[in-house]
């Protein structure tokens, strides 16, 4: 009995968020429906935005739909972020293996996300332009959504009578210490720009470039401690389901997350977006592009079961199900805000490419079961002698192995040592 007793007492400690997800879980869940809408204000023409409804992760199959929403916000030009607008979406697309299962394809995707950012920059740098971007891309597969993102065009969340909780972190050099540690680690200096008589203006920047941001895609120019490697979340929301605003910093230099959710509450999709960007222009006047894409994640119409009978079994699900009818200010949805039934599913935000690609799995990795190597960032394919591994070198080879994949070929290897400030940035090292 005491040792029984004693196991009941450890499950009693999981925490009623885990329970929760695991109950989520074994439900049945319906396809959520998908409406979104834009709205922008342009003033130097250099954010853009994409938004794609159709995508299939298995050619032909309906039931495999996902959709991708993203903004680009472009600075020092506009060819970065139409590149991007461009590429991006294919070249994540291409990082992630074939064949794959729902969740072994949202699975992979955080690291298809990454090699397809540094793809991007890779290629964009490679034509010797100026300019560089944001890039925040959201990809929503039924409850599932997954962002990443580099720069401050953010992403933020907001669930029926739940937190607004931010998707992306700001990689600006004024608010986030983290990355002024990372760029200055790297070889960058960061400071104020200075005018004459010494005085100091402005926001924090990083020089060489006097960027503020300290990632983007892009961005020859500057040192290459500014990576291309995004902060990546992914979150399943529970069947209430929840509505995402992804905007450039026009919007979010004028509105706090909150005060954005807030402005459009109760409006549909495309009158929300256009509301956000009405709500900001009032507070600052157009001093900057300002976009802004609203995507609601809509419970189908029979998911809400009624109100459930008084069994023991089923209080967990009165509080899991809010009545469509309830009022926001019900006794019910304030319970509902104190338990967090959003399930966080991943989130990583290293610059550390190593970090990122991780240690190759063994069951879905084409290149292992075929014996062709191929580069972990832009795929390409490598001879077997080719192949550096990602942790050949780094910190991390001591506890893992060198000559395990994931690969890259001898140019991205060279981008990854710049980035990690091990080669500094124009000079070859031979
Ligand atoms: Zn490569």
Redesign the pocket.
Known sequence: MASGEGRRGHQNLVPLAALISREMRSEKMEKPTVRFGHAAQSKKGEDYFLIKTDCQRIPGNSSSAFSVYAIFDGHNGNAAAIFSRENLLNHILGALPRGLGRDEWLQALPRALVAGFV?TD?EFQRRGETSGTTATVVIVDRWTVTVASVGDSRCILDTQGGPITNLTVDHRLEENIEERERVTASGGEVGRLSIYGGAEIGPLRCWPGGLCLSRSIGDVDVGEFIVPIPYVKQVKLSNAGGRLIIASDGIWDALSSESAAKSCRGLPAELAARQVVKEALRTRGLRDDTTCIVVDIIPPDNALPPPPPPKKKNKLRALLFRKKSSDSTSKLSKRLSAVNIVEELFEEGSAMLAERLGNEGNSVESSSTSGIFV??????D?ASHEGISVHAGSIFSTTSKPWQGPF??????N?KDAMEGKRPSGIRVS
């Open positions: 793809k890779k580069c972990a960032v832009c795929q390409i490598l890259l070929c001898a140019d991205c290897r981008k």
